[in-house]
């Protein structure tokens, strides 16, 4: 489903974040990607969404070359991927139920159907009780939340999530945790950065260790 | 599909109009701005189209005056007769005989004195000419075709005040082009920079929006549709302010024809002109909002 080949990001100012990486990732698999703060993990991520792109190397999407997808193609894989960003990125001037039914917008959804599949998000996450309520009432873990209500309502076929449990307690972690296996139970191609060792420790999944730009085999 | 569209450019539409009377006292100032702007040249365009109607009915049935040689023969003017009957481009004409003529002269006040010491009629025997078509292009080339004829001694024709009018009128037309297009760029400009605030404070939401897979024309949309109702607002504050104006200015000219006795009314704009005005306003919002967004969406790229 996603594959990487000897993929290598340098930054515009001379930093090399990712150095030949190999990997790949099967349809309806759910894998960890850890490594040190600064070792990659949200380089890489990015890179799948296409939000940046490959100094070299090639990236494919369900058979889809990534690193040569032209600019007014991007949109249509973003919408293919839920994303679940590191810095939240919620809009603070509408409300729950608004931020869930932004990607259905952007879609162009049949807003018969928006209702109903933006409260199913809500509900997933147990945030139905709230969807009007601004983002700015909610609590850390109720906008991690809410966030990933967002990155589902589209039912996209690979969940992304970057650092999903940072700042919150390991009961809440363990939570949403539980809510990704779900969503890989019902066939979501699954992965996840974290430095949480305490999500690695009794998880059964598959583990990509990045250390300064490198793949740990 | 095509209603999934029409359900995003309603909802986008709404969106606009909760947009603009979320923020009533900036639409408004902006829409007055702009109409008063396009009711300038709009003001100069219906008093040059009144301007130039007035002059095509008082051109309605110009006059040329034929004056002969005095020393010509009775065959001569029968000959010029037969030729005036023969010219598809003159409607009507009269013959005043030198003594018809001079009978009118001695009626007039004045000069009766003088008339009736003449040893001899000194006046020529003329014709007086009504040409079919009115321009003036035409009355020329007729002047000059009968001032060729042999007979004539001078064709009389104050074309000059006609020339006049149609050189204003022409300088008017050219006034109106002018205004329309200085303040066109001026509307533009104003639109453009109404859009360039907009983008900057709905950053957050068009950054977001591209990384959850939105495409540039649906991020463009609510911006040209903002530009798009704001021109055709000001156009219809533009149309507002002409009405009223012209419905002013056609009572002032009411009381001054009571006092002078004549008939002046001035016309509104026609409804053709109308919606050329609005479609006209509503397309130079867009414009404004599409170099807007052309110029500083793309600098908004999310990392
Ligand atoms: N836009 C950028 N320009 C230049 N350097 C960048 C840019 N983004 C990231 N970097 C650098 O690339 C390296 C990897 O960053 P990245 O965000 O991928 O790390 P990370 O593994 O996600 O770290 P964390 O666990 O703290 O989120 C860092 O050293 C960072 O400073
Ligand atoms: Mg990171």
């Given at each position: 489903m996603i594959n990487f080949k000897n993929v290598s990001k340098r930054y515009p100012d001379g930093y090399v974040a990712l150095n030949n990486i190999d990997f790949t990732v099967e349809s309806g698999e759910m894998v960890f990607l850890t490594g040190h703060s600064g070792a990659g993990k949200s380089t890489l991520l990015k890179l799948i969404a296409a939000i940046e792109r490959p100094t070299s190397g090639t990236i494919t999407l369900s058979g889809q070359n990534i690193a040569q997808l032209k600019l007014g193609a991007i949109p249509y894989l973003r919408r293919?991927?839920?994303?679940?960003f590191q810095d939240h990125n919620l809009l603070f001037d509408r409300s729950v139920f608004d931020n869930v039914l932004l990607p259905l917008q952007i879609s162009n959804f049949d807003s018969k159907t928006v209702t109903g599949r933006v409260r199913a998000a809500l509900d997933k996450v147990g945030l139905l009780k709230k969807e009007k309520a601004m983002p700015i009432a909610l609590s850390g873990g109720e906008r991690q939340r809410l966030c990933i209500a967002r990155a589902v309502v589209h039912r996209p076929s690979i969940l992304i999530a970057d650092e999903p449990t940072g700042n919150l307690d390991i009961e809440y972690a363990q939570d949403i945790m539980s809510m990704f296996t779900s969503f890989n139970q019902v066939g979501v191609t699954v992965l996840i950065a974290t430095h949480d060792a305490s999500l690695l420790k009794d998880a059964e999944h598959r583990i990509l260790s990045l250390n300064q730009g490198k793949l740990a085999v | 599909?095509?209603?999934?569209?029409?359900?995003?450019?309603?909802?986008?539409?709404?969106?606009?109009?909760?947009?603009?009377?979320?923020?009533?006292?900036?639409?408004?100032?902006?829409?007055?701005?702009?109409?008063?702007?396009?009711?300038?040249?709009t003001g100069v365009y219906v008093l040059m189209e009144n301007l130039s109607a007035i002059s095509g009915q008082t051109m309605s049935s110009p006059q040329m005056s034929l004056f002969l040689k005095l020393d010509i023969e009775k065959e001569d003017i029968e000959s010029v007769k037969q030729r005036m009957e023969e010219d598809s481009q003159i409607l009507s004409f009269q013959f005043i005989s030198k003594d018809a003529a001079l009978h009118q002269l001695q009626q007039?006040?004045?000069?009766a004195d003088i008339s009736a010491n003449l040893v001899r009629n000194p006046l020529p025997d003329a014709f007086i000419v009504n040409a079919l078509e009115n321009t003036p292009g035409n009355l020329e080339k007729l002047r000059a075709t009968m001032q060729s004829w042999p007979e004539i001694e001078h064709v009389q024709f104050d074309s000059a005040w006609a020339e006049r009018l149609n050189a204003l009128l022409k300088l008017g037309r050219f006034i109106v082009l002018m205004l329309t297009t200085l303040l066109s760029v001026a509307i533009i400009a104003i639109m453009f920079n109404t859009i360039r605030l907009q983008i900057l404070t709905k950053r957050d939401e068009i950054e977001i929006s591209k990384l959850i897979g939105a495409t540039d024309s649906f991020i463009r949309r609510p911006f040209l549709y903002f530009g798009t109702i704001q021109g055709l607002a000001g156009g219809a504050t533009a149309w507002l302010i002409m009405t009223l104006a012209i419905r002013a200015m056609n009572e002032e000219l009411g009381t001054l024809a009571l006092l002078y006795d004549f008939d002046l009314q001035l016309q509104q704009l026609s409804p053709s002109d109308s919606i050329s005005l609005l479609l006209f306003s509503a397309w130079l919002g867009w414009l404004g909002a599409r170099i807007s967004v052309a110029s500083h969406l793309w600098q908004i790229e999310p990392r």
């Open positions: 293919k991927i839920g994303f679940i | 599909m095509i209603r999934a569209w029409l359900m995003q450019h309603g909802f986008v539409f709404f969106l606009t109009l909760k947009r603009l009377i979320a923020t009533p006292v900036t639409s408004l100032l902006s829409v007055i701005v702009m109409g008063i702007t396009l009711s300038l040249p007039s006040n004045g000069l």
